[in-house]
């Protein structure tokens, strides 16, 4: 596999003691320590202080030394380090492997010296019993890079939870293990992954992460272990039985991971059908682009079997026609429909830590039960064959995937998953690298045909996987909380921290299951417009009102446009109600303002803009307003949408 687009190759740069990796956008620099000792994104730094290991020895503090770096592998995918250190009486290997999206993977080892240690004959410590009873990743982010916090799962389990909010404004306080983290701000930040808790031990599982906030930073503490390691408990290191590494193994990647394509982020405009009965023409007169169709596309779930070839070819063709570009659906299941059920379940499928398959959700028309997949399985080759069969057979021009980006927890050790305790109980892992290794695959497969993939995930924002979509659909998991108390809701931070894609550098849709008339497609447009992101319309009544914010982007030229968002404070045009939001996109002449008002007053509102503008209107209600002297009087209510073209 070569670099794919729109990554540059992989840059280093080393010498003595020192080393740094560019990749797209940012640069990760290793100075006499394991772990990053910066990590700039978007010409910004990070880190407030060098990732380190805190480490204590029979209670005694000690940090690491003498650390090393060997590039054993170096081309324009990847660079592969073996990393070496020492600190109190053990040694410390590392495998770095930094690929060119910006992965960063550290497998960490603990190893006591051994008894012809003659690594520091100086060192008054010679003592051969096990003395590490703390281990803690401590990571310092500069204030400013870390006002925003993300995590995942939002509970215990990665299966789909409503109504839980899990993103929002950096916090003080405490998670169990989370297999993924992300830290920033609206414009780039990082992610902090791990696979599983395997070799954690800690007495308090509900402190495993901590947070604290400072006057000039904001820390995460992950710790690792508050005891001697039971591997290593009430032994000793001796010729012929030594004590075995203890391995735990991180991973970090800086956002945004790439620079959307202009094409995608110009011509994303997407729609869902359910069947080959949607109007391609008035599709296209409302503005859609892309047209996506569901699941039922095929007769077997995520498989390329038309339920009606020469219906779908002729759909296909006539979206052509018209310019418009089609998606075919794929998803996270195997099926029991599928004709190899009973030889390929037991490799292919998840099963939870009791042994239980997991999903099971029963599809309609078609009968059959999908079950979900974990990519550690054989699996993944089969579902990227069909992808290429829909794109080469009958002329898809991209895949839309769900949930396949999400590495559903898994404990099928007949693949390789689940991990076992010293009591011999089976524990759940996250299998990141493995869904990883799918979805690149799948990438260059989809662009190599000319194709984007747009994903459908929840909750799970997770770059060393989402790197490799285009596009992303999310927001199932809040449905509940918009459609029922959004004029409570108003946790700004949650959307600028996991729905509107420019921290992550992928373009964003956010999802609405409407219940009209107490929440409609403007309720749920008030929140997205305000932070540039687009409501894909899933019916005709939705696509009617987004087809007019589309059209006012047309009209408007947003491509040399600046900006404004409110958080920012700096529009031109201004409220003194500090429930009103306010996002502007300026040019000379003209302004386009998305405009929301979150209070349960509804009453007339007082906007205030440069005196050279002398007129607006509303593009939702067609209504023209008068400007006079700079100010413009027109009612906002409360949790709905308004967007005005001023001139």
Known sequence: MSVLRPWNNIQICHSEGKYSVDVWGRRYTFNNSIFPTSIISKGEELLYEPICLDMEFKGKKSTIYNCRYDILEKNEEKVIVCSSALCGNIVINAAIIIEFDGFVDIAVRFTPCGVFDKIDEHRENRDLTPQLNKAQLSIKMKKKASGLFHFWPNTDSSVLVRDVINSGAFFEGSLPFKPCLWIGNEEYGMNICM????????????????????EEYNEINILLLDDIPYQWKDKEEAWLVPLVPI??????????????????????????????????????????????????????????????????????????????????????????????????????????????????????????????VCYNGGYSSEMIDSAVRAMEKYGVDGIYTDGTYVPWECANEAHGCGYRDKDGGLHVKYPIKAVRNHVKKLYEEVHKRNGIIDTHQSSCCMMPTMAFCDTYFDGENIQGVFSKNLDKFLNMEAFRCEYMGRNFGIVANFIAYLN?????????????????????????????????VWKAYDFFGMEDAQKKMYWQ?????????????????????????????????????????????????????????????????????????????IS
């Open 516 to 548: 009209p008339p107490q929440y409609n497609i403007r309720n749920v447009l008030s929140i997205s417009l305000i932070h540039d992101v687009m409501v894909r319309p899933l019916t005709e009544e939705t696509l009617k009102e987004v087809s007019k």
């Open 569 to 645: 404070k700096n529009s031109s045009v201004k409220s003194n109600n500090e429930h009103l939001y306010i996002t502007t996109f300026e040019k000379e002449d003209r302004i386009l303002a998305a405009v929301s008002k979150f209070s349960d007053i509804d009453r007339k509102e007082e906007i205030m803009l440069p005196e050279k503008f002398k007129k607006a209107h509303e593009i939702f209600d067609d209504i023209d307003y008068a400007v006079k002297n700079g100010k413009m009087l027109c009612r906002i209510e409360p949790t709905k949408s308004y967007m005005f073209e």
């Open 247 to 372: 391995s735990y193994e991180m991973i970090f990647e800086a956002t945004p991971v790439k620079k959307p394509l202009c094409d995608v982020e110009k011509e994303w405009r997407a729609y869902h059908t359910y069947s080959c009965e949607a109007d391609v023409g008035k599709l296209y007169k409302s503005g859609v682009k892309w047209v996506i169709f569901h699941e039922s596309w095929s007769l077997i779930q995520n498989y390329c079997f038309p339920e009606n070839e020469k219906k779908l070819i002729d759909y296909i063709d006539r979206c052509h026609k018209y310019g418009m570009k089609f998606m075919v659906y794929f998803g996270y299941e195997y099926s029991s429909a599928m004709i190899d059920w009973d030889k390929n379940k037991d490799n292919y499928l998840n099963k939870d830590a009791k042994g239980n398959f997991t999903g099971g959700w029963t599809r309609q028309g078609t009968y059959q039960k999908a079950f979900v």
């Open 195 to 214: 696979e599983s808790d395997e070799n954690i031990q800690i007495h308090d599982k509900e402190k495993c992460i901590t947070t604290k906030i400072h």
